[in-house]
């Protein structure tokens, strides 16, 4: 094995043979039911855009360009004039869909809800961009956005939209030290927020942490504040204004302004977990265009599909799968406000029930917390609204996506594992579930049109079956245009490594023999053994396949002779109990599967993960545990507790105290 792979950029042990093709049923109801169009947009993907834009988008202007692509900057379209929210919206009602419910909102409180329709969203969004008007925001301002998961946070997006400026939103659960970075990164001038949020039965302060943002970004000069749980907040009067009280006096027409292509419609910072947020700029055209389309194709939307993205509106995944693509494929969507074990763990099992979801898209992390807590309760509700699942974020571990396909898509559903980033915009890498055989964990095939490639260090691609770097060879219509005024920064990360024609995503991944992408982490996640680059999914995959096993991170700890060590942490299904002869059993377990290169120094058991509040492990902090050092920056994790718990089991079982 050892010179077999000793040129792979990262070695690819792991092998899952299980397959799942798309039901006669399904097909035969499916958007895209043949693979027509992947020859399509190989014949000429330019073309293929050009063509869907005509279909996807109501132009004020319709463009004579396409792509105009100089190696690392693309624009699309770049002609084109049109305004995104008067797609998502006006164009829904003029085409008879004003009586359909846009979204179905959720409060976390039990029965607190709340249905809008395509007119009710034309209506709020034209008020409050009249409103934002009147405030001074002008086309090419930035408005930033921070706020829970109520039906007024895509009214604020799309409010933005229609007068111009783009938006930045902050996700509702950060600090207001990460919201006051955003805001002075982009200089906005107004803040859309609330008084408070709702999370897991508590009121989250938003408003107070508002006030301490705007202290470090002081080009703040106008909060507009919505009234959600009524509670008092305190008031800086002549700066704060409350959202009714603004709204109220306004017109409910609100002329869209004429946007060009690619002007800017939002900044998003990504969820990095080191060094200071990128905010990736993303324009408008384009990526409405590859938003739609993704949505409809993947998801498999028709006119009465009742659709849910689980995820939050604060992420790219809301901003494209809640807000954007939904609304102008004239879809309607629910949008849930808390946690999901709010009061209990069948919360969204309760939701689908109620509302009747056919697509539901959610994180693998959620997707292992529903294995852990156990199939009672999704057994406790009619689930058999549902037709098509979806994952996004992380890889699946085939073991999580089997028990998914089993107890909530009841072996009836396709489930599509959607691989992108907030820099790709939209879906690159994902199944068409019409057409797409389904291999558990594998994010399958690149979506017509998208270019991927496996190199390795040097630039060569990798063997089938070999692990290396993912890189897209081919500019598409979503992708960010740069980062907010550090066009330096995006040249050096994402396109300096092979160029600037091939995009660089950091992730790891192989192809297998059927061309089959697999994704295997981050390449910073990428643990070093002896000269071997393992992958940390395969190990953490491998450990989930065992029947006491709910999830398991794996991490790289430096190691005198061998390069580095494997430390596993894994959290245990109910009814399994923490034993030396257990921690044995899984190292043994790991080293069968795999090979012994990837047998674990120590499995170290734990009540939690630390994750940051997107779900994703944070990798480094893993690390300092497994290493015994300080614990870096903790600030951006949901639960700060959960890493002195495992720095004391790590400290102890590797004999540091
Ligand atoms: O490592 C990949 C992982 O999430 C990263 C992007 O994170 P973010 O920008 O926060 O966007 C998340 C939502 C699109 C990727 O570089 N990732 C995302 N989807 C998958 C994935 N890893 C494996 N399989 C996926 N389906």
């Known amino acids: 094995m050892e010179t077999e792979h000793a040129h792979a950029a990262i070695e690819a042990l792991l092998e899952e043979r299980r397959t799942f093709s798309p039901s006669e049923d399904f097909r035969a109801g ?69 009586g359909k419910v846009a979204y179905h909102w959720v409060g976390e409180p039990e029965g607190e809800t709340r249905d809008l329709t395509y007119e009710e969203l034309l209506r709020e969004v034209s008020r409050l961009a009249n409103g934002l008007r009147s405030l001074g925001v002008r086309k090419g301002d930035r408005v930033g956005i921070y706020m829970g998961m109520v039906p007024e946070l895509p009214v604020a997006m799309l409010a933005c939209a ?5 938006h930045v939103v902050v996700f509702g659960g950060f600090s207001a030290e990460s919201l006051a970075e955003r805001m002075r990164d982009t200089g906005a001038k107004v803040l859309i927020t609330q008084d408070e949020g709702w999370r897991k039965g508590s009121k989250v302060p938003l408003k107070r942490n508002a006030d301490d943002a705007a202290d470090e970004a002081p080009d703040l000069e106008r909060f507009v504040v919505l009234r959600r749980t009524g509670d008092d907040v305190p008031w800086t009067e002549g700066r704060d204004v409350w959202w009714d009280e603004l709204v109220d006096e306004q017109s409910e027409e609100c002329e869209a302004e004429r946007m060009n292509a690619e002007d800017v419609l939002f900044l998003l910072h990504t969820s990095g977990t080191t060094a200071k947020p990128k905010g990736a700029q993303h324009t408008s055209a384009g990526y409405l265009l ?52 709010y009061p209990d763990w069948d919360r969204h099992w309760q939701i689908v029930e109620r509302y009747g979801v056919s697509a539901y898209y959610t994180a693998p992390t959620l997707i292992r917390s529903f294995v852990k807590m156990g199939p009672e309760y999704p057994a406790r509700h009619d689930l058999s609204s549902l037709r098509l699942l979806g994952t996004v974020g992380e890889p699946i571990n085939p073991e999580a996506w089997v028990w998914y396909w089993k107890y909530i898509g009841q072996e009836r559903c396709p489930i599509v594992d959607t691989w992108w980033q907030t820099e790709t915009g939209g879906i690159l890498i994902t199944p068409l579930p019409g057409v797409t055989t389904l291999k558990p964990g594998s994010a399958t095939v690149p979506f017509p049109g998208i270019k991927p490639e496996i190199l390795d260090e040097q630039g060569n691609p990798v063997p089938q079956g070999e692990g290396g770097f993912l890189t897209i060879s081919r500019p598409w219509p979503g992708m960010f245009r740069t980062l907010w005024e550090d066009d330096e920064r995006y040249v050096q990360t994402y396109f300096s490594k092979y160029g600037p024609e091939t995009y660089f995503t950091g992730d790891g991944a192989k192809q297998d023999s059927d061309g089959y992408f697999w994704l295997m982490g981050r390449i910073d ?83 939690d993960l630390p994750k940051t509040r997107s779900g994703k492990i944070m990798r480094r902090l893993l690390k300092d545990i497994a290493e015994g050092n300080e614990l870096g920056d903790t600030t951006t994790l949901r639960d700060a507790t959960v890493v002195d718990d495992l720095k004391q089991k790590a400290d102890a079982a590797l004999g540091r105290r």
């Open 290 to 341: 590859h938003v739609s389309v993704t949505h409809k194709w993947i998801f498999d939307i028709h006119e009465d599909t009742v659709w849910w993205c689980a995820a939050d509106v604060g992420w790219i995944t809301g901003h494209s799968y809640i807000v954007y693509g939904p609304l102008n494929n004239g879809t309607t969507s629910v949008l849930y406000e808390g946690d999901p074990a």
């Open 525 to 607: 996640d990428v643990i070093n053994v002896a000269g071997h680059r393992l992958s940390t999914t395969e190990i953490e995959s491998t450990l989930v396949e065992h029947a006491a096993v709910a999830e398991a991170a794996a991490t790289g700890a430096a190691d005198p002779d061998r390069g580095q060590r494997i430390v596993c942490f894994v959290l245990l299904k109910g009814g399994h109990e923490p034993s030396d002869e257990l921690a044995e059993e899984l190292r043994q377990f790991v080293a069968q599967k795999i090979g012994k290169i990837a047998r674990p120094a120590a499995v170290l058991f734990g009540d």
């Open 162 to 166: 229609r007068v111009g400026a783009a």
């Open 30 to 98: 499916a958007a895209i039911s043949d693979e027509e169009v992947y020859r399509r947009a190989e014949k000429d993907f330019e073309r293929f855009w050009a063509e869907l834009a005509g279909e996807f988008i109501g132009w004020f202007k319709e463009p004579t360009k396409t792509m105009d692509w100089k190696p690392p900057h693309a624009t699309w379209f770049a002609d084109g004039e049109l305004n995104v929210a008067w797609n998502c919206l006006d164009k829904q009602v003029d085409a008879g869909r004003g």
